[in-house]
């Protein structure tokens, strides 16, 4: 019902900055969670940012003060700005819709991911 394209990634240098997208098309997003996450160690999903429907988020430790969720429900868009880039932030990033607390159990859709490359 939700299709999720991210869009946004690419190679940056340390320190550097850059700004994920992701477009829903399908439902509107005005009742679901949405969130980024990447992949930690053993490939396990990691959430970085998530950000609720009143605009209310919250971040992974490793994020805070660098990155910064924002929705736009009108245009049925999240982004993900990302500043002071580490190599330790290189990952796939991925957008996820969570719609299972108002929607039911299976509200829960993904992205196919958006490579993140921080290098120099």
């Known amino acids: 019902q939700v299709q999720l394209v991210e869009s946004g990634g690419g190679l940056v240098q340390p320190g550097g900055s850059l700004r994920l997208s992701c477009a829903a098309s399908?439902?509107?997003?005005?009742?679901?969670?949405m969130g980024w996450y990447r992949r930690a160690p053993a490939n396990q999903r990691e959430l970085v940012a998530a950000?609720?429907?009143?605009?209310?988020?919250n971040y992974a430790d490793s994020v805070v003060g660098r990155f910064t969720i924002s929705r736009d429900n009108a245009k049925n868009t999240v982004y993900l700005q990302m500043s002071s880039l580490k190599p330790g932030d290189t990952s796939v990033y991925y957008c996820?819709?969570?719609?299972?607390?108002?929607?039911?159990?299976?509200?829960?859709?993904w992205g196919k991911g958006t490579l993140v490359t921080v290098s120099s």
């Open positions: 399908g439902s509107s997003l005005s009742s679901y969670v």
């Open positions: 950000i609720t429907s009143d605009g209310s988020s």
């Open positions: 996820n819709a969570d719609g299972r607390y108002a929607l039911g159990p299976d509200a829960d859709y």
